[in-house]
């Protein structure tokens, strides 16, 4: 089952409304239109307030700091996004509309007609035809049918795009063009040391005079949660690219979250990938190249478009961008896309020419712990981590960084730093049991214990071991059966601790260490019964966790104790010394919870103070500005006064 049921879009980017116009009754033997019909004291302010309304809707969703040092026509400030916790996306959003299987129409006529008859009927999933599609043929596609088709671009729309790129791209720069062809739209006078074009039509390719070099690459055929599928393109990693561009590529990608996460994986760290894109209003570019335009582009608008294209950053690498930024960068003589306008859509004036820009920079990621900080370094090193979704991250992260804080060795350190990069096995074990009772907290608290221990790599028989414990797969009769029958009154979170201690003895390759573990099991129901026979009073959750706790500190060490000395040792202690065990045992969990607890709201405080901060400084700035007498003119070069308004 998927971790989440999943929706459509963005419940920022959902739907359109649809708007009745104006139709008059072919029969009416009025001459007015039914717009004049209406009187000037009504339609005229109704006009005006919906103008009003739209134009504040228009207004960027940026800050000034983050306008600060970009170029014009900001939209979309780093502050304004917002995401849901995890992919939000149906699986054929990315898919050519034309290549989504649909009901035939016989099944629905079939229907139809059993209704009319009063017995309506469910078609059987023998009885439901589905109309057949003939896949797009992606290479075929663009080196063959589109060999020779260029884009051609309005000249105001790329005088915008050429204005936008020499703004950030400087001469010298290494660039990766994903989606290369015949005009990469640069500033004619740019002089890169490196120009690496990538796509799948070569011909056009080689008409463009800036590329240094071609690869013939599918960016559709990808590695699912990891990269697209290239060999050639992985071999950048060695010398990553000051900027990635894509320029009219986006609504071709059947898998977004992994061509960004390559495009990250190929740039420097302070890198920007730029990915503009043009009007789905344009009718001239959608029909040339409107048959591998994926659903998200033919059914949603350029505002929403924008959004979309920001989500990608996001899935991709989470907080590995920084300065997400969207730009509309559309010439004056465009129409304004960005809105639905409803009625007044009748008076939009201007061009299809409209150009977009959605941004960001690659955030460096820490090589070492950083030891005044280490949940920011644990996240940056969980940026790109497969499987995982953006909500598991936040939660593992404080965890782990806890984890570090506490730990009392250095190899309990170097094993949690180690195993991050295990994190997205453990996940998918956690994913299937979404439909249990296992919430996202006890699965992050279970990943969190495992990869903090020294003996745990992720190794085969390990994930093994997770999943029978876990229940998807059937439980070992010689180990995981008695477990579970003999623990099954313990709470949840000891039940975790529990199997985040088992797991990481398996696989060890050592004898020593598999007859720990057998021993384990086949003492647990002995050693409950002889807690139960000398504690009475306790509950069967508490016998249970006791007889656990004995067994893991005697039993499963290989060397401690053998099985005879162990039940010695047991029925030797007395209902006192059990029942302190217990109680030690139950004031560990208990401090552990609350200490997370107060890390959590520690790092909220913090938060929030630097969040004052940050905005006590922007008010100052915005104060400074309004009482400053002198200024810097770009023009003389020189600081002049202002003069008074």
């Known amino acids: ?66 306008a600060r040092g970009q170029a014009p026509g900001i939209r979309v400030g780093g502050t304004a996004w917002k995401w849901p916790p995890v992919w939000p996306y149906a699986d054929d959003f990315f898919t050519p509309t034309e290549d989504i299987a649909t009901l035939d129409p016989s099944t629905s006529l079939q229907n139809m007609a059993g209704m009319m008859n009063g017995t309506p009927q469910i078609p059987t999933p023998d009885e439901v035809k589905v109309k057949e599609v003939e896949k797009l043929d992606v290479a075929k596609y663009w080196a063959e ?8 671009l309005d000249e105001e729309a790329v005088e915008q795009l050429r204005s936008h790129f020499k703004f950030y791209l400087k001469p010298g720069m290494s660039v990766l063009e994903f989606g290369a062809a015949e005009d990469s739209y640069f500033p004619e006078d740019l002089e890169l040391s490196r120009h690496v074009g990538v796509g799948l039509n070569t011909k056009l390719m080689n008409e463009n005079p800036s590329l240094t070099e071609k690869l013939t690459v599918d960016l559709n055929k990808v590695v699912p949660e990891r990269d697209v ?48 894109f043009t009007t789905k209003n344009s009718k001239e570019y959608v029909n040339k190249f409107g048959r591998a335009q994926v659903k998200a582009w033919r059914e949603f608008n350029d505002d929403q478009h924008m959004w979309i294209a920001g989500s990608f950053f996001q899935f991709s690498a989470g907080e590995g961008w920084e300065k997400l930024l969207g730009f509309d960068i559309s ?96 996940y998918e074990a956690l994913i299937k049991m979404d439909q249990f009772a296992f919430n996202f907290q006890a699965q992050s608290q279970l990943a969190s214990d495992l990869v903090m221990d020294p003996d745990f790599d992720g190794n085969d028989e390990q994930i093994v071991a997770l999943k029978q414990g876990l229940g998807l797969l059937t439980p070992s009769k010689e180990f995981w059966e008695p477990i579970g029958k003999n623990t099954a009154n313990m709470v949840l979170d000891e039940k975790i601790n529990l199997l985040a201690y088992l797991v990481p003895r398996f696989g060890s390759g050592s004898s020593e260490q598999e007859e720990a573990l057998s021993a384990f099991a086949t003492g647990l129901e002995p050693t409950a019964a002889v807690v139960r026979s000398k504690c009475p009073d306790l509950s069967l959750a508490d016998v249970e966790l006791l007889a ?19 039940a010695s040792w047991v029925g030797s202690m007395n209902e006192a010394e059990l029942k302190a065990i217990l109680k030690t045992r139950k004031a560990y969990n208990e401090e552990a919870s609350s200490e997370l607890a107060a890390y959590r709201a520690e790092k909220e405080k913090e938060n929030r103070r630097i969040e004052e901060l940050r905005k006590r400084y922007q008010e100052q700035v915005a104060a400074a500005r309004e009482v400053r007498s002198m200024a810097f003119n770009p023009k003389t070069g020189k600081f002049q006064e202002l003069k008074s308004k």
């Not at 920079?361 to 953006?390: F, N, Q």
Request: proline share 8%; net charge neutral; charged share 30%.
């Open 1 to 66: 089952m998927e971790r989440v049921q999943r929706i459509v879009a963005l419940a920022i980017v959902a739907g359109a409304v649809n708007v009745l116009g104006f139709v008059p009754s072919p029969n009416s033997i009025q001459t007015e239109t039914s717009l004049n019909a209406v009187p000037p004291m009504i339609i005229g302010p109704m006009i005006k307030k919906m103008r009003e309304e739209q134009a504040k809707k228009k207004m960027p969703m940026v800050e000034a700091e983050d």
């Open 145 to 152: 049918e589109r060999g020779d088709v260029k884009t051609e």
């Open 229 to 276: 599928d290239s060999d050639e393109l992985r071999k950048f990693v060695a010398e990553p690219f000051d900027a990635v561009v894509m320029t009219n590529t986006i609504d071709f990608l059947t898998n977004p979250r992994e061509v960004f996460r390559t495009g990250w994986y190929l740039l420097k760290p302070g890198g920007i990938m730029i990915v503009p």
């Open 331 to 426: 010439p004056e003589s465009a129409k304004d896309n960005l809105e639905n306008p409803g009625p007044l859509a009748m008076f939009k004036k201007g061009k299809d020419n409209n150009m977009y820009v959605v941004q960001a920079v690659k955030a460096a990621a820490a090589d070492d712990i950083d030891p005044e900080s280490p949940e920011k370094s644990i996240k940056s090193k969980m940026w790109i981590l497969p499987t995982m979704e953006d909500r598991d991250k936040k939660l593992v992260a404080p965890r782990l960084a806890r984890v570090y804080e506490k730990a009392s060795s250095s190899e309990r350190k170097e094993a949690l730093v180690r195993n991050i990069a295990v994190l997205p096995k453990v």
């Open 548 to 566: 656990t706790e004995l067994l893991c500190a005697e039993i499963l060490v290989p060397g401690r104790s053998t099985k005879q000395e162990f």
